[in-house]
Every structure is written in structure tokens, then in C-alpha cells.
């Protein structure tokens, strides 16, 4: 059974510019989370998504966003790059996202320079 | 406004003897909690839950307490191993929404 696939690994951006990074949750799975690992803060909750409708929202601006396509597959955008936006992403995928274990992918460590 | 605490930000024990790792919470409306494993340049890796209904939880050499009126739930790994060695993270949730503590390194000594 594969895990959960986060793409790309790696990425390195320019202030300003925006990005898109991509999770596959795991077959079956219906709920996609997104949390930002920084160095010093524990992981902190961005974004729950769930059959294709955002359930739960961190305190992060709205310069984050995401969605969730039909195959449960999500995205997560940032537009108008930040240094403090260099930080290792991560997302989780649970069969309902309640009661259950969350499945990590192993992030897309994302660089601004 | 951190709700879910790790206070003590490393911890080093021997090979073979017990390795406790502790989270405080504010919120009661938490309804479980988990513990991840995290290595570096990975995603972190499930442990153990505990729902809040229950004090114990006990896996292997892994055992979760939770101690509600205290709002404190600790983990305990006997015995250690060095492989055992990572970063803990303590999360506390509901309705997929997970708030993770800033992590405990753990290192254990051979």
C-alpha cells in the first residue's frame, strides 16, 4: 500500500513568486491536511481538507490556500513569497480525519531566497 | 497561544532504562491525542493515540498516559534503544485538525 506522496521534495523560490506543492494521500483516504514545520516552532496546522470542502483552518494568511480534487489528491498554494515562508511542508492523510491516525508524507522543503 | 506544550526540550537516556516524555494541553475539548516519531528529512511517523476517554494506552514498549484533570499526558518508552533516538512530537485534536507540541529530542545512549 503507498504511503503518502508529496511533490516536489525540494524547492528553492524568489521573494515574490508564488508556489504550488502537491500531496497524494493515501488510497482511500478522504481527509488531507497541511501543516509548516519552521525551525524552533513545533508543526502548525494550515489547512484540513475533506471530500473536496476545506473543514478546519489554522491562523495562517491568506496568502496560503489549498483544495482537494475529487481523487482526494491536494494542493497547497503560496502566492507572494516570504522569507519566513522557508520551512519544511508537510501533509497528512486520514481515512476521515477523526479518531484516526494521520499518515505524514515526507514534506517539500521549500526555500525563499 | 500554544495550546499543546512540550516543555522540555531535549532528553537523554540510557540504553535499556525508561525514557519518559511529557505534554501539557490548555484546551479540553481535545478528544485525542497522538504521539509522533520524526527523523530528520522525513514526515513524522505515528506512535501511539490515546482517546481522551481512556488513561492508558499501551503498545509494545510504548505506553501513553493521560491524565485528563491534570490536562497532562505523558509517553513512556521501556526499555530504550538507540534506535529510538528522534524528535517526539505530542499532537492533540479533533475533527482532523491536529495542534503538535514544538517536540522533545530524544537521544538514547548506548
Known amino acids: 500500500k503507498a504511503g503518502v506522496t508529496q511533490t516536489p521534495r525540494y524547492l528553492i523560490k524568489t521573494r515574490g513568486q508564488q508556489v504550488t506543492l502537491s500531496c497524494s494521500p493515501i488510497s482511500g483516504h478522504r481527509s488531507v491536511s497541511w501543516y509548516q514545520q519552521t525551525p524552533g516552532q513545533g508543526l502548525q496546522f494550515l489547512f484540513e481538507?475533506?471530500?473536496?470542502?476545506?473543514?478546519n483552518k489554522g491562523n495562517f494568511p491568506g496568502r496560503f490556500s489549498g483544495r482537494q480534487f475529487s481523487n482526494s489528491r491536494s494542493e497547497m498554494n503560496v502566492s507572494t513569497l516570504e522569507l519566513g515562508d522557508s520551512a519544511l511542508y508537510l501533509c497528512?492523510?486520514?481515512?476521515?480525519?477523526?479518531?484516526?491516525?494521520?499518515?505524514f508524507g515526507q514534506g517539500t522543503r521549500l526555500t525563499v531566497v | 497561544d500554544q495550546q499543546v506544550k512540550q516543555n522540555s526540550p531535549s532528553l537523554s537516556v540510557q540504553e535499556g532504562r525508561i525514557s519518559i516524555l511529557n505534554c501539557d494541553y490548555t484546551?479540553?475539548?481535545?478528544?485525542?491525542f497522538l504521539w509522533y516519531k520524526k527523523y530528520p528529512a522525513e514526515g513524522p511517523t505515528f506512535l501511539i493515540s490515546i482517546s481522551s476517554i481512556k488513561d492508558k494506552n499501551e503498545d509494545g514498549r510504548f505506553t501513553v498516559f493521560l491524565n485528563k484533570s491534570a490536562k497532562h499526558l505523558s509517553l513512556h518508552i521501556v526499555p530504550s534503544q538507540p534506535g529510538d533516538s528522534a524528535v517526539y512530537f505530542c499532537?492533540?485534536?479533533?475533527?482532523?485538525?491536529?495542534?503538535f507540541g514544538q517536540g522533545t529530542t530524544l537521544q538514547v545512549k548506548p
Open positions: 484546551n479540553s475539548m481535545f478528544d485525542y
Open positions: 481538507y475533506f471530500s473536496e470542502t476545506q473543514r
Open positions: 497528512a492523510s486520514s481515512l476521515e480525519g477523526s479518531y484516526t491516525e494521520a499518515f
Open positions: 499532537a492533540a485534536g479533533n475533527t482532523g485538525k491536529l495542534i
